[in-house]
Protein backbone atom coordinates (compact mmCIF):
# COMPACT_ATOMS: atom_id res chain seq x y z
CA UNK A 1 0.00 0.00 0.00
CA UNK A 2 1.64 3.14 -1.17
CA UNK A 3 1.84 6.19 1.39
CA UNK A 4 0.06 8.37 -1.43
CA UNK A 5 -3.49 7.02 -2.90
CA UNK A 6 -3.87 7.78 -6.30
CA UNK A 7 -7.19 7.02 -8.62
CA UNK A 8 -6.04 3.20 -10.29
CA UNK A 9 -7.17 4.68 -14.12
CA UNK A 10 -8.85 7.59 -15.77
CA UNK A 11 -10.14 7.99 -19.12
CA UNK A 12 -11.14 10.49 -21.33
CA UNK A 13 -11.63 10.91 -25.23
CA UNK A 14 -9.18 12.94 -27.13
CA UNK A 15 -9.55 17.00 -26.33
CA UNK A 16 -11.36 16.61 -22.94
CA UNK A 17 -9.60 17.83 -19.95
CA UNK A 18 -8.98 14.80 -17.03
CA UNK A 19 -7.70 15.27 -13.45
CA UNK A 20 -5.83 12.61 -11.39
CA UNK A 21 -5.74 12.79 -7.88
CA UNK A 22 -3.11 12.27 -5.26
CA UNK A 23 -3.76 12.13 -1.47
CA UNK A 24 -1.13 12.40 1.28
CA UNK A 25 -0.66 13.34 5.18
CA UNK A 26 0.16 15.19 7.77
CA UNK A 27 3.97 13.80 7.42
CA UNK A 28 4.10 14.55 3.18
CA UNK A 29 1.67 17.51 1.82
CA UNK A 30 0.80 18.85 5.05
CA UNK A 31 4.15 19.06 6.43
CA UNK A 32 4.60 21.64 3.24
CA UNK A 33 6.74 19.00 0.90
CA UNK A 34 6.14 19.57 -2.43
CA UNK A 35 4.48 17.45 -4.97
CA UNK A 36 6.22 15.90 -8.36
CA UNK A 37 4.46 14.12 -11.09
CA UNK A 38 6.19 11.54 -13.79
CA UNK A 39 4.97 10.30 -16.82
CA UNK A 40 5.90 6.80 -17.71
CA UNK A 41 5.13 4.99 -21.42
CA UNK A 42 5.55 1.24 -21.81
CA UNK A 43 8.88 0.18 -21.31
CA UNK A 44 10.61 3.33 -20.38
CA UNK A 45 11.62 5.47 -17.68
CA UNK A 46 9.69 7.64 -15.84
CA UNK A 47 9.73 11.34 -16.89
CA UNK A 48 9.98 14.07 -14.53
CA UNK A 49 6.60 16.13 -15.87
CA UNK A 50 5.80 18.66 -12.84
CA UNK A 51 8.24 19.73 -9.96
CA UNK A 52 7.61 22.15 -6.62
CA UNK A 53 3.72 21.51 -6.96
CA UNK A 54 3.08 23.10 -10.05
CA UNK A 55 6.31 24.21 -12.45
CA UNK A 56 6.62 22.11 -15.68
CA UNK A 57 10.46 21.20 -16.93
CA UNK A 58 11.54 22.47 -20.43
CA UNK A 59 9.96 20.64 -23.17
CA UNK A 60 6.96 19.73 -20.90
CA UNK A 61 3.42 21.28 -22.56
CA UNK A 62 1.22 23.63 -20.56
CA UNK A 63 -1.04 20.81 -21.18
CA UNK A 64 -0.37 20.04 -18.41
CA UNK A 65 -0.40 21.62 -14.81
CA UNK A 66 -0.09 20.39 -10.88
CA UNK A 67 -1.69 22.35 -7.98
CA UNK A 68 -1.02 20.88 -4.06
CA UNK A 69 -3.49 22.25 -1.32
CA UNK A 70 -3.86 20.94 1.98
CA UNK A 71 -2.90 16.96 2.29
CA UNK A 72 -4.16 16.52 -1.61
CA UNK A 73 -2.83 17.33 -4.95
CA UNK A 74 -3.49 16.81 -8.47
CA UNK A 75 -2.35 16.72 -12.03
CA UNK A 76 -4.87 18.13 -14.98
CA UNK A 77 -4.68 17.24 -18.19
CA UNK A 78 -6.11 19.54 -20.83
CA UNK A 79 -6.92 18.51 -24.76
CA UNK A 80 -6.05 14.98 -24.33
CA UNK A 81 -3.93 13.52 -26.75
CA UNK A 82 -3.11 10.36 -28.13
CA UNK A 83 0.18 10.15 -26.83
CA UNK A 84 -1.03 11.51 -22.94
CA UNK A 85 -1.90 7.45 -22.54
CA UNK A 86 0.79 6.28 -19.97
CA UNK A 87 1.33 5.73 -16.61
CA UNK A 88 1.35 8.85 -14.10
CA UNK A 89 2.94 8.65 -10.44
CA UNK A 90 3.24 11.36 -8.17
CA UNK A 91 6.36 12.06 -5.59
CA UNK A 92 6.59 13.54 -2.55
CA UNK A 93 9.15 13.57 1.12
CA UNK A 94 8.10 12.18 3.71
CA UNK A 95 9.57 12.93 7.35
CA UNK A 96 8.27 9.85 9.23
CA UNK A 97 10.36 8.33 6.57
CA UNK A 98 12.84 10.51 6.31
CA UNK A 99 12.59 9.64 2.26
CA UNK A 100 10.98 9.64 -0.89
CA UNK A 101 7.20 8.24 -1.28
CA UNK A 102 5.33 7.38 -4.33
CA UNK A 103 1.53 6.86 -5.44
CA UNK A 104 0.63 3.82 -6.59
CA UNK A 105 0.14 5.20 -9.90
CA UNK A 106 -2.89 6.08 -12.55
CA UNK A 107 -3.39 4.96 -15.90
CA UNK A 108 -4.29 7.14 -18.53
CA UNK A 109 -6.68 6.25 -21.12
CA UNK A 110 -7.31 8.16 -24.55
CA UNK A 111 -11.04 6.93 -25.30
CA UNK B 1 23.73 18.11 -18.92
CA UNK B 2 23.25 14.99 -16.44
CA UNK B 3 23.09 11.42 -18.03
CA UNK B 4 22.58 8.65 -15.45
CA UNK B 5 23.43 4.59 -16.79
CA UNK B 6 23.14 1.46 -14.81
CA UNK B 7 25.58 -1.54 -14.91
CA UNK B 8 25.00 -4.97 -12.97
CA UNK B 9 24.10 -8.78 -13.50
CA UNK B 10 20.86 -8.78 -14.77
CA UNK B 11 20.43 -12.14 -12.77
CA UNK B 12 21.26 -12.77 -9.53
CA UNK B 13 20.36 -16.01 -7.38
CA UNK B 14 18.09 -16.08 -3.96
CA UNK B 15 19.52 -15.60 -0.73
CA UNK B 16 22.40 -13.68 -2.51
CA UNK B 17 23.17 -9.85 -2.85
CA UNK B 18 22.43 -7.80 -5.72
CA UNK B 19 24.86 -5.23 -6.46
CA UNK B 20 24.22 -2.21 -8.99
CA UNK B 21 26.08 0.35 -10.38
CA UNK B 22 25.21 3.75 -11.83
CA UNK B 23 27.59 6.10 -14.06
CA UNK B 24 27.15 9.29 -13.83
CA UNK B 25 28.16 11.82 -17.12
CA UNK B 26 27.77 15.60 -18.14
CA UNK B 27 28.38 16.59 -14.27
CA UNK B 28 29.69 15.97 -11.17
CA UNK B 29 28.70 13.76 -8.74
CA UNK B 30 30.08 15.68 -5.74
CA UNK B 31 27.87 18.60 -6.63
CA UNK B 32 25.92 19.51 -3.33
CA UNK B 33 23.14 20.44 -5.43
CA UNK B 34 22.03 16.69 -5.47
CA UNK B 35 21.56 13.50 -4.23
CA UNK B 36 21.84 10.36 -5.85
CA UNK B 37 18.87 7.83 -5.81
CA UNK B 38 17.87 4.06 -6.02
CA UNK B 39 13.89 3.53 -7.15
CA UNK B 40 12.94 0.24 -7.97
CA UNK B 41 9.67 -0.98 -10.26
CA UNK B 42 8.53 -4.72 -10.00
CA UNK B 43 7.18 -5.98 -13.21
CA UNK B 44 3.62 -4.61 -13.72
CA UNK B 45 3.52 -2.65 -10.60
CA UNK B 46 4.60 1.05 -9.40
CA UNK B 47 7.50 2.73 -7.95
CA UNK B 48 9.51 2.45 -4.91
CA UNK B 49 12.15 4.44 -3.31
CA UNK B 50 15.07 2.63 -2.15
CA UNK B 51 17.36 5.16 -1.16
CA UNK B 52 19.60 8.22 -1.66
CA UNK B 53 23.31 9.12 -0.92
CA UNK B 54 24.71 12.70 -0.93
CA UNK B 55 28.30 13.06 -1.46
CA UNK B 56 29.75 12.80 1.75
CA UNK B 57 28.83 9.83 2.11
CA UNK B 58 25.15 10.31 3.87
CA UNK B 59 22.81 7.77 3.23
CA UNK B 60 19.26 7.93 3.53
CA UNK B 61 17.02 4.36 3.28
CA UNK B 62 13.58 3.42 2.73
CA UNK B 63 12.68 1.78 6.28
CA UNK B 64 10.65 -1.42 4.48
CA UNK B 65 14.37 -2.26 3.27
CA UNK B 66 17.19 -0.51 5.44
CA UNK B 67 18.07 -3.86 6.85
CA UNK B 68 19.14 -5.61 3.36
CA UNK B 69 20.23 -2.36 1.63
CA UNK B 70 23.52 -0.48 1.26
CA UNK B 71 24.32 2.90 -0.78
CA UNK B 72 27.80 3.60 -1.80
CA UNK B 73 29.41 6.64 -3.90
CA UNK B 74 32.70 6.56 -5.72
CA UNK B 75 33.70 10.38 -6.56
CA UNK B 76 36.56 9.42 -8.20
CA UNK B 77 34.44 7.29 -10.59
CA UNK B 78 31.89 9.67 -10.81
CA UNK B 79 29.46 6.59 -9.28
CA UNK B 80 27.35 5.55 -6.97
CA UNK B 81 26.18 1.87 -6.25
CA UNK B 82 23.51 -0.15 -5.22
CA UNK B 83 23.76 -3.40 -2.84
CA UNK B 84 20.93 -5.55 -1.71
CA UNK B 85 21.53 -8.61 0.19
CA UNK B 86 19.44 -11.80 0.65
CA UNK B 87 17.47 -11.03 -2.33
CA UNK B 88 14.05 -13.32 -3.03
CA UNK B 89 11.67 -13.41 -5.61
CA UNK B 90 10.21 -10.53 -4.65
CA UNK B 91 13.34 -8.33 -5.69
CA UNK B 92 12.61 -8.85 -9.07
CA UNK B 93 12.26 -5.53 -10.71
CA UNK B 94 13.61 -3.20 -12.85
CA UNK B 95 16.18 -0.58 -10.77
CA UNK B 96 16.51 2.89 -11.79
CA UNK B 97 19.31 5.69 -10.47
CA UNK B 98 17.97 9.07 -10.69
CA UNK B 99 18.95 12.67 -10.15
CA UNK B 100 17.32 14.07 -6.52
CA UNK B 101 17.90 17.59 -6.77
CA UNK B 102 18.44 19.32 -2.87
CA UNK B 103 16.62 21.88 -3.82
CA UNK B 104 13.38 20.22 -4.20
CA UNK B 105 13.56 16.28 -3.98
CA UNK B 106 11.95 16.06 -7.48
CA UNK B 107 13.62 13.33 -9.81
CA UNK B 108 15.46 14.23 -12.68
CA UNK B 109 16.72 12.44 -14.99
CA UNK B 110 16.73 9.10 -14.62
CA UNK B 111 18.61 6.26 -15.81
CA UNK B 112 17.40 4.01 -18.59
CA UNK B 113 16.44 1.07 -15.71
CA UNK B 114 18.05 -2.54 -15.84
CA UNK B 115 15.88 -5.65 -15.07
CA UNK B 116 16.99 -7.81 -12.44
CA UNK B 117 15.65 -11.03 -11.74
CA UNK B 118 16.00 -13.09 -9.00
CA UNK B 119 16.06 -17.05 -9.81
CA UNK B 120 17.98 -20.11 -9.25
Known amino acids: QSVLTQPPSVSGPPGQRVTISCTGS?????????VNWYQQHPGTAPKLLIY???FRPSGVPDRFSGSRSGTSASLAITGLQAEDEADYYC???????????FGGGTKLTVL | QLRLQESGPRLVKPSETLSLTCTVS??????????WDWIRQPPGKGLEWIGN???????YYNPSLKSRVSISVDTSKNQFSLKLSSVTAADTAVYYC????????????WGQGTLVTVSS
Open chain 2, 53 to 59: IFYTGTT
Open chain 2, 98 to 109: ATDATSGNWLDP
Open chain 1, 91 to 101: QSYDNSLSGSV
Open chain 2, 26 to 35: GGSIGSSEYY
Open chain 1, 52 to 54: GDS
Open chain 1, 26 to 34: SSNFGAGYD
